[in-house]
């Protein structure tokens, strides 16, 4: 091989390189952001008493389809759509008004079964992907076997498109709050700056447009079907990972 053509395979992978190296290198979700989370059904959380200086329980519990956890001594109480610090409180005050003094009760989220991520444009495996543990954008890239050579330098994201249906994508209007978040991939992704690395939510909707049709003014997703398939936009594989 000459050395036009390795110089020009080297820069082809550099992104590719960039991103991998990122994810194992930066990969953490902080507390801080972890506590923003919303519980859903199936997701198994570890609840842990201690009272009178000895541990009562320690006991895992898995959120029902119907959104609520059998709580010892409390029975069923509502668990999904909120989050775990609000949980833990209202695990709290029935405890230490009817059955302990002072407790400490502490949630953890053991398990994620409820977080859904959409991914379409230029990568790889566009798709409905599945996971069990918070996951950001790159590594949502990641799991999506990595953008194509075609991309271009921003990713949009679309938040809430289960509730809000139809949504438009344009590039030169985020002033309103309905409209995605814009991602600058060429900082992200060529750079390795993880500022931009945003958090995803589950529901999310990522859209990477080809760098010859960055012109989004006409593109519209449509998400139906409780956010089961997405229409408008490629959506062609459902994948599981953990």
């Known amino acids: 091989m000459d050395f036009t053509y390795n110089r020009r ?3 082809a992978s550099l992104p ?9 290198l930066f990969p953490g979700i902080s507390a801080a952001q972890e506590a923003d989370y919303h519980i859903g059904p199936r997701d198994v959380l570890t609840l842990t008493i201690y009272a009178g ?6 006991v895992d519990l898995t959120v029902s389809p119907g959104g609520t956890i059998n709580v010892p001594l409390l029975g069923n109480v509502k668990a999904a759509g909120l989050t775990p610090g609000i949980l833990e409180k209202n695990i709290y005050d029935p405890l230490a008004r009817d059955y302990y003094v002072d407790p400490q009760v502490t949630l953890n989220i ?3 079964h409820s977080l859904r991520y959409y991914i379409s444009g230029a990568v790889r495996n566009p798709g409905l992907y599945e996971m069990t543990a918070r996951t950001t954008l790159m590594e949502l890239i990641a799991k999506a076997g990595g953008v194509t050579g075609e991309r271009g330098n921003v990713a949009y994201v679309l938040r809430g498109a289960d509730q809000k249906g139809e ?5 030169d209007d985020q ?3 309905s409209e995605p978040l814009k991602v600058d991939l060429q900082n992200l992704l060529d750079k390795g700056d993880m500022s931009r690395n945003l958090l995803l939510q589950t529901g999310d909707v990522v859209y990477i447009p080809l760098e010859r049709s960055l012109d989004l003014a006409q593109s519209k997703i449509y998400v139906e079907g409780g956010g089961q398939q997405a229409r408008g936009v490629c959506l062609p594989a459902r994948h599981e990972s953990s």
């Open 9 to 11: 395979l080297l820069f």
């Open 16 to 24: 590719i390189v960039v991103l991998i190296v990122s994810v194992l």
């Open 53 to 58: 200086g000895e541990k009562q329980q320690q």
């Open 110 to 112: 053991k398990e994620y």
């Open 167 to 171: 949504r438009n994508f344009k590039a």
């Open 175 to 177: 002033a309103g709050a």
